[in-house]
């Protein structure tokens, strides 16, 4: 039976591993941002089905610990595709900072003003985090597969839907 540390670093293998794979046309602090969402994201996904179903035996497995769940989330993938799609989209639109035009009596038209450091941070910050999530949120999912994955291979494996079934 895997330990809850080892469920943890597979997932947060995982995670980081897939993350990087869907951020690979990202330019590289973004990416880097993401892989990084992605392995926090795996490791908790790794820890999942434990917190849901604590390991006091090696009988401990249920519906979170079943085939059931695991088809359930590879059903879910489009969803998750949409998602990032929706934190991708955030991010984009926290990057194009908004330019506010202020009037030049010099030149006699509208130009744009000098860039606010609160709002150009802020900007940033919201761009990271929509970066973070969408890694995550993939992690998420990826780790608490692999959690699955190690346990099934285990000599009591994991059950179709519940202990006994």
Same mark, same amino acid.
């Given at each position: 039976?895997?330990?809850?540390?080892?469920?943890?670093?597979?997932?947060?293998?995982?995670?980081?591993?897939?993350?990087?794979?869907?951020?690979?046309?990202?330019?590289?602090?973004?990416?880097?941002?993401?892989?990084?969402?992605?392995?926090?994201?795996?490791?908790?996904?790794?820890?999942?089905?434990?917190?849901?179903?604590?390991?006091?035996?090696?009988?401990?497995?249920?519906?979170?610990?079943?085939?059931?769940? +695991?088809?359930?989330?590879? @059903?879910?993938? #489009?969803? %998750?595709? *949409? $998602?990032?799609?929706?934190?991708? =989209?955030?991010?984009?639109?926290?990057?194009?900072?908004?330019?506010?035009?202020?009037?030049?009596?010099?030149? +006699?038209?509208?130009?744009? @003003?000098?860039? #606010?450091? %609160?709002? *150009? $941070?802020?900007?940033?910050?919201? =761009?990271?985090?929509?970066?973070?999530?969408?890694?995550?949120?993939?992690?998420?999912?990826?780790?608490?597969?692999?959690?699955?994955?190690?346990?099934?291979?285990?000599?009591?494996?994991?059950?179709?839907?519940?202990?006994?079934?």
């Amino acid at each position: 039976m895997a330990s809850l540390g080892t469920h943890i670093v597979v997932g947060t293998a995982a995670g980081a591993g897939y993350a990087a794979h869907c951020a690979k046309n990202r330019p590289g602090g973004k990416r880097l941002v993401r892989v990084a969402g992605g392995a926090l994201g795996g490791a908790l996904g790794g820890a999942l089905p434990d917190i849901f179903e604590p390991a006091i035996s090696s009988w401990h497995r249920g519906p979170g610990h079943s085939v059931a769940v +695991g088809s359930g989330l590879a @059903a879910c993938g #489009n969803f %998750l595709t *949409q $998602l990032e799609g929706f934190c991708l =989209e955030k991010a984009e639109q926290c990057r194009a900072r908004p330019t506010t035009l202020v009037w030049d009596p010099q030149e +006699g038209f509208y130009v744009p @003003a000098p860039p #606010n450091p %609160l709002s *150009q $941070l802020l900007s940033t910050l919201g =761009e990271l985090f929509w970066e973070f999530l969408a890694g995550f949120l993939s992690g998420l999912v990826v780790g608490y597969a692999s959690h699955l994955a190690l346990d099934a291979f285990t000599p009591r494996s994991i059950p179709l839907l519940t202990h006994g079934f």
